[in-house]
């Protein structure tokens, strides 16, 4: 089974709508992060999370929430859709390691296609 | 101007090509220097990575960091049509272990057999 699994894999919505995309782990990992990928412009980082209960805002967080619901998930919600927040989104894990930079190695999931109309 | 710049190609080159792959940044607080691959599809991975500056080599991949020109490289030798991906390179902040990473925009490989 997958270290990071993202659900759903794909989705098509209309503007207004509230999308949730959910994130689940089981690497063990304390550190969980949302990027979206577009064309062009790579990865970006939405929103990243130390533990349960701290809760960072990244480069692009506007339009967008989340929820550490626990160790093992984390939740994305764009509470309104708009059309361009079409993007590939992912979720990553990274955790404790021997050396000090060991949150660098990140663990991504399959990532989600969504799709607003 | 953004932090990190990557040419996205598409690169194409035959089998058994060298290929080099390169990021330029901006800002000189960077120390920690990574290369991500990913295939159609699927997620990114973490393919090299690199404290400070120098190469660092592993089987046909080598990184290159220059931080006196805010250069990094990713050499692939020998390259095999499963070398075909895109190349993400990421850098981040000694001090905030955070984890917090700035891409580049990924350069796409193809490599023909």
């Known amino acids: 089974d997958a270290d990071v699994t993202q659900t759903p894999r794909n989705r098509i919505t209309k503007t207004g709508k509230r999308i949730m995309l959910e994130c689940s782990q089981t690497?063990?990992?304390?550190?969980m992060y949302w990027y979206r990928q577009d064309p062009g412009l790579g990865l970006r980082l939405i929103y990243y999370?130390?533990?349960?209960?701290?809760?960072n805002k990244g480069e692009i967080s506007d339009g967008y929430s989340v929820s550490r619901q626990a160790q093992a998930k984390f939740s994305l919600s764009l509470e309104s859709a708009i059309p361009n927040q079409t993007a590939l989104y992912f979720c990553?894990?990274?955790?404790?390691?021997?050396?000090?930079?060991?949150?660098?190695?990140?663990?991504f999931g399959p990532g989600t296609r969504l799709t607003v109309l | 101007q953004k932090e990190v710049e990557q040419d996205p190609g598409p690169l194409s080159v035959p089998e058994g090509a060298i290929v080099s792959l390169n990021c330029t940044y901006s800002?000189?607080?960077?120390?920690?220097f990574m290369w991500y691959r990913q295939y159609s599809r699927k997620g990114p991975e973490l393919l090299m990575y690199t404290y400070s500056s120098g190469n660092k080599e592993d089987g046909r991949f080598t990184a290159q960091v220059d931080k006196s020109s805010k250069y990094i490289s990713l050499f692939i030798r020998d390259s095999q049509p499963s070398d075909s991906a895109t190349y993400l390179c990421?850098?981040?902040?000694?001090?905030?272990?955070?984890?917090?990473?700035?891409f580049g925009q990924g350069t796409t490989l193809q490599v023909k057999p």
């Open positions: 990553a894990t990274s955790g404790q390691g021997a050396t000090s930079g060991a949150y660098n190695e990140q663990f």
């Open positions: 690497k063990g990992h304390d550190r």
């Open positions: 800002n000189s607080a960077f120390q920690y």
């Open positions: 999370s130390f533990d349960v209960k701290d809760i």
């Open positions: 990421a850098m981040s902040l000694f001090s905030s272990n955070t984890g917090k990473l700035i």
